[in-house]
């Protein structure tokens, strides 16, 4: 999730740029560098919290193995049963996923939002959050097979293996589980958790930078070290800001991330005839399981994972585009 930097302002006039000499910036078509820097802050990010994701989805499907644990406890007991790469399972599909999803969803935003703006009079926090779900929802349907194949090596424990590897999951899946219908489950689920996820995460994200920069700027922004004329949050601001937007859409989509999982993984699950559906799954977890047990459980999980994962999106991010003037 990335949005563009603000520029210090004074009253309403833009300070200019300082000229640089030819060869040392990209402003002019640098948006496949950025989105390559939105994409390996993604992998460093993503594989920095892959024991956590994979915990969560062993506890969202009840993985009979560790149903009974708590997270840390999970933690814990997968190393013990798996060895600490256990904790990594699925990981390699996800490094394979991040690239075109952060490509598309990072392109597919500024386009939206400059289409929003010419099109529509209205607010650019609504633009924003507008922009931001309609990137999320067009990455996620170009990605979906690999999302439901990282689910399904992330589920199952080692010895019990029914995939032996990206590879294997994409040819069995499409050969007993109708094709390219196998590879769809759960999306219903995903693109209506990603108006709130995604565009909440946008518009939390972009509304707290630019209230900050703007009514707090010397204490909550620094100039950029590539452009002094550019203000920047400060790293540990940058940080909280994007916590607090993940926190906030992950909080309100949470049960349909559930939901999702639990239809991903389809065939795999012992009550898959139960969640064909997402209302069908949605009524199944609440009735077995309850809302703190079944449609939010994980949840603390997530919120832990959002500091770190953050954390080392946006410093790498930061870093990335100082590096190759950027801003």
Excluded: W
């Excluded at 196998?182 to 909440?200: D, E, K, N, S």
Aim: aromatic share 10%.
């Amino acid at each position: 999730m990335i949005i563009p930097h603000l520029r210090r302002q004074e009253g309403n006039e833009t300070l200019p740029r300082k000229e640089r000499g030819s060869g040392m910036g990209l402003h002019q078509g640098s948006e496949p560098v950025t989105a390559l820097i939105t994409c390996l802050a993604g992998c460093c990010a993503k594989t920095t919290i892959a024991p956590l994701d994979r915990v969560k989805i062993l506890l969202q499907a009840q993985n009979p193995h560790y149903k009974h644990l708590g997270v840390l406890s999970t933690l814990r007991a997968v190393p013990k049963k798996e060895g600490f790469l256990g904790l990594y399972r699925g990981n390699g599909a996800m490094m394979v996923r991040v690239f075109p999803y952060g490509a598309i969803q990072f392109m597919t935003f500024e386009n939206y939002k400059k289409l929003l703006s010419k099109h529509l009079g209205i607010s650019r926090y609504i633009h924003n959050f507008m922009a931001g779900s309609m990137a999320g929802m067009t990455a996620v349907i170009c990605t979906y097979p690999l999302d439901v194949v990282r689910a399904r090596l992330a589920y199952q424990v080692k010895g019990e293996q029914r995939y032996h590897g990206i590879v294997h999951a994409f040819r069995t899946i499409r050969q007993k589980e109708g094709g390219m219908q196998g590879f769809y489950r759960g999306l219903t689920p995903t693109l209506i958790g990603m108006v709130p996820y995604a565009g909440l995460s946008f518009f939390t994200f972009s509304s707290l930078k630019t209230l900050g920069l703007k009514h707090f700027p010397e204490l909550l922004g620094r100039p950029s070290a590539d452009n002094p004329d550019v203000l920047v949050l400060k790293s540990h601001v940058n940080l909280l800001c994007g916590g607090l937007a993940g926190a906030m859409g992950q909080t309100i989509s949470y049960p349909l991330d559930v939901a999702r999982r639990r239809m991903q993984l389809g065939a795999v699950l012992p009550d898959s005839d139960k969640c064909v559906s997402l209302t069908k799954t949605l009524k199944f977890v609440y009735q077995k399981y309850g809302v703190k047990k079944g449609l939010y459980r994980g949840l603390s999980l997530n919120y832990i994972r959002c500091v770190p994962s953050q954390a080392v999106a946006f410093t790498t991010h930061e870093f990335l585009k100082q590096v190759l003037y950027l801003n």
